[in-house]
């Protein structure tokens, strides 16, 4: 085969380059085998079928073509770039993230994997030890004491096989990573080789989350306590095994060094667009699928959706007569909201309002929808001293988050606001204004660090946060509403940079979706701004 078709991607022999492109020439790119990939395959542009989509709308996160992005009124005014950089840039990201997983971080599981196996096949010598340690003491206590050891091989024996399953189940907790890994690599490699547009826009960089390597599991051999034989007291005498523990330890295991990822900050975040959304005081904006943007306000008792473009595409009265705290999109796209008059979560599906939960004792203030579909809500009690954390999977609860491990309060008893995100590593962030801090704990509510703001002389107010999200690369952002601006931080709550550009004027709610554009709303403006903040 001496020639290739980048559009067909088939290997051609001479005699069939004509016949190949004599249906379609203008579709075909042939070309020398050894020039293959070298041609770019655009999709076609629906609204103008004979043209191919070569740039892309900044705004409407969407590829377009020459005729779109002239003459269409859809992206008139918008910042418009050529696909072909947007998709260099991606496969900047796929060339990092392959090398990463392929060089650094599959080897690292690999040594993981390794070590388990060998401490399994030593488990078994290790333990021989021990039982013939006590087989041989047993024998110098002669008849009075076999009954006991053998209960006690038979106690070794179940702690053997305790500790082998343990030290299995880590195990095959890090094969399925490294089976996911290794899947991710051969999806990257297929992305890689192909030519195909779509499959490299839609690429989801996972490098950050296998970098996350999970806690190392260590389990304790137990020991064989010798004692002095005595004959009235040989029971309780002759000795005792320690019991069996594990511990897992965060950040046990070490990368073979460090990872670069694939997405950086700009150094001057940019303004793609701003909506008006016709209110005084706006709290709160998120999104669902990139397209309808949610918002709600303080003294309103409606919920607005508005597109990209700004238009408002509908809006929903609500059943009380006071204005919704907090307002968030499921997994399957249903709203749902807290309504602090009746102390009720609703949830409306096609426009039809259901009551969820109702509370007693106490008022919920923000929520948020997790990964996995439950309902984290933030709440405080009637008698306005204290404030907490509840997680529920529908109507019902399955976690309080309320104290540290000394029963200090983890969040401030006021009512004042207290909104709530869960990161990619599943830590569970508030950001407890009254407290000027942003608290934030892991999944099983145990403390993990609170962030009281970083100097600056050009912050001249009190660090409080009000809304609070996070983004694919675990980075957590937080609105600085008096300081106008939003704190990035890392997901151990080291302080990175601020956004204090594109004329912020008191952030509140924000939201971060999926291609990590950040939703701003300012409280007082009643704008919501889309700013774009990483490469």
């Not at 051969?186 to 806690?215: A, C, G, H, W």
């Not at 933030?378 to 404030?387: G, I, R």
Request: glycine share 4%; proline share 3%; net charge negative.
């Amino acid at each position: 085969m001496q020639m290739y078709c980048d559009f067909c991607q088939v290997n051609l022999c001479i005699s069939c380059t004509g016949k190949h492109i004599s249906d379609d020439y203008d579709k075909h790119k042939v070309v020398p085998v050894q020039q293959r990939k070298s041609t770019l395959i655009y999709p076609k542009c629906i609204a103008h079928q004979t043209k191919s989509c070569k740039y892309y709308c900044e705004e409407c996160d969407i590829s377009v073509c020459s005729l779109c992005s002239i003459i269409s009124d859809t992206h008139k005014g918008h910042t418009i770039s050529t696909l072909s950089d947007v998709y260099n840039a991606k496969k900047e990201v796929i060339e990092n993230d392959t090398e990463a997983l392929e060089n650094i971080i599959s080897p690292t599981y690999e040594e993981v994997a390794t070590d388990i196996e060998t401490q399994i096949a030593n488990l078994d010598e290790e333990y021989e030890k021990l039982t013939t340690t006590v087989t041989e003491h047993g024998e110098d206590c002669h008849r009075v004491i076999s009954n006991i050891v053998d209960k006690m091989k038979v106690e070794i024996e179940e702690l053997k096989i305790k500790h082998k399953n343990i030290l299995k189940e880590h195990l095959d907790e890090i094969k399925q990573i490294q089976y996911r890994i290794e899947q991710t690599l051969l999806n990257l490699y297929r992305i890689e080789d192909s030519k195909e547009v779509f499959l490299t826009m839609e690429y989801i960089p996972q490098t950050e989350e296998f970098s996350r390597l999970p806690p190392k599991v260590q389990v304790s051999l137990p020991r064989f306590s010798l004692k002095t034989i005595d004959t009235d007291q040989f029971c309780t005498l002759f000795g005792y095994l320690t019991p069996l523990y594990n511990t897992t330890e965060e950040n046990g295991y070490k990368l073979k060094k460090p990872v670069t990822l694939s997405r950086n900050f700009l150094e001057e975040p940019n303004l793609i667009t701003t909506i008006n959304t016709g209110y005084d005081n706006l709290r709160c904006v998120t999104c669902f699928e990139e397209e309808e943007i949610w918002t709600i306000a303080s003294d309103v008792s409606d919920l607005k959706c508005f597109s990209i473009q700004g238009s408002l595409i509908k809006s929903i009265k609500i059943k009380s007569v006071e204005s919704p705290y907090d307002i968030a999109v499921t997994n399957v796209g249903d709203l749902v909201y807290s309504d602090w008059g009746t102390s009720t979560i609703y949830k409306v599906t096609n426009e039809q309002i259901e009551e969820v939960i109702r509370f007693q004792d106490w008022t919920p203030l923000q929520l948020c929808v997790t990964s996995s579909g439950d309902l984290l809500v933030t709440l405080y009690s009637d008698d306005q001293t204290q404030s907490k954390v509840a997680r529920y999977s529908g109507s019902i609860e399955k976690q309080t988050i309320q104290f540290d491990d000394e029963g200090k309060p983890l969040y401030s008893g006021n009512t004042i606001m207290k909104y709530i995100t869960e990161n990619r590593n599943l830590d569970i962030c508030v950001a407890d204004c009254g407290a000027e801090a942003v608290v934030v704990v892991n999944q099983t509510g145990k403390l993990r660090f609170r962030y009281t703001g970083h100097s600056s002389t050009a912050k001249c107010a009190p660090f409080e946060p009000y809304g609070i999200t996070t983004d694919s690369q675990s980075h957590i952002l937080t609105s600085d509403c008096n300081n106008h601006c939003i704190h990035i931080l890392d997901q151990n709550g080291v302080f990175l940079c601020y956004i204090d550009n594109c004329d912020l004027k008191n952030p509140y709610g924000i939201y971060v979706d999926k291609r990590d554009n950040l939703f701003v709303a300012e409280y007082y403006s009643g704008d919501v701004k889309k700013i774009k903040y990483v490469k």
